[in-house]
């Protein structure tokens, strides 16, 4: 089935050790996006890619970067994680930027522990 | 004032029950979303709609854009349907999905 994979689920880092989470997608879809969660919060957009045009929101932290080095992979890296970076990321993907027909199709999350 | 309020914040139910659950937007819109996350887990897109009604299985989503409100309903709830779902607006200004702050479904048996 098409789908939007994200790994690992679960990653566990040490405070200041740089960390790559790795979302993949078959829908081949253009644009693909990463969500930060905080416990019992909405989801937060970081940044986007439209195809490989790059775009950070305007509160995205320095630290957080992000890479899409094909159509169908988009990396989420944090150069040094702190305490309050420990949430759920979300990956999602669509198939285009605007407009209703274009639904954003979710990861399972993966979920980042900072020791 | 967030832009998508949704209520009730919390409800529980019994096994079997008929659940709808609220959400009202202030802004302009192209679609609206309805998601379903379970505790600790990633987010499902259940629905997306621009008008109308949509149903799939038990579920069935509603939208009045006059209104600026939608709902959705659980017909014959089950404890597995116990989740936060989540109501998400995509602005007509942009691209965003713009969320609300969800409800807390409990399903007893």
């Known amino acids: 089935d098409a789908m939007v994979i994200q790994n690992p689920r679960y990653q566990v880092t040490q405070f200041g050790k740089p960390v790559t989470l790795s979302c993949s997608q078959t829908?081949?879809?253009?644009?693909m996006y990463w969500y930060q969660q905080k416990s019992s919060q909405a989801p937060k957009l970081l940044f986007h890619?439209?195809?490989?045009?790059?775009?950070n929101e305007a509160d995205t932290p320095d630290n957080f970067q992000s890479r899409r080095p094909n159509t169908s992979f988009c990396f989420l890296d944090i150069r040094s994680p702190g305490l309050g970076d420990a949430a759920m990321y979300l990956c999602a993907t669509s198939n285009g930027l605007a407009g209703a027909r274009y639904e954003q199709y979710f990861g399972p999350g993966t979920r980042l522990t900072v020791t | 004032k967030n832009e998508v309020e949704q209520s009730p914040q919390n409800l529980t139910a019994q096994e079997g029950e008929f659940i709808t659950i609220n959400c009202s937007y202030s802004?302009?819109?192209?679609?609206l979303h309805w998601l379903q996350q379970h505790p600790g887990g990633g987010i499902v897109s259940l629905f997306m709609?621009?008008?109308g009604k949509k149903k799939h299985g038990r579920l069935i989503a509603t939208i009045n854009i006059q209104e600026k409100h939608s709902s959705l309903h659980i017909t014959a709830s089950h404890p597995r349907d116990s989740a936060v779902y989540i109501c998400?607006?995509?602005?007509?200004?942009?691209?965003?999905?713009?969320f609300g702050k969800g409800t807390l479904l409990t399903v007893n048996p």
């Open positions: 829908l081949n879809h253009n644009v």
């Open positions: 998400a607006v995509l602005l007509s200004s942009n691209y965003k999905l713009t």
């Open positions: 802004v302009g819109i192209s679609a």
């Open positions: 890619y439209y195809d490989k045009d790059f775009n």
């Open positions: 709609l621009s008008s």
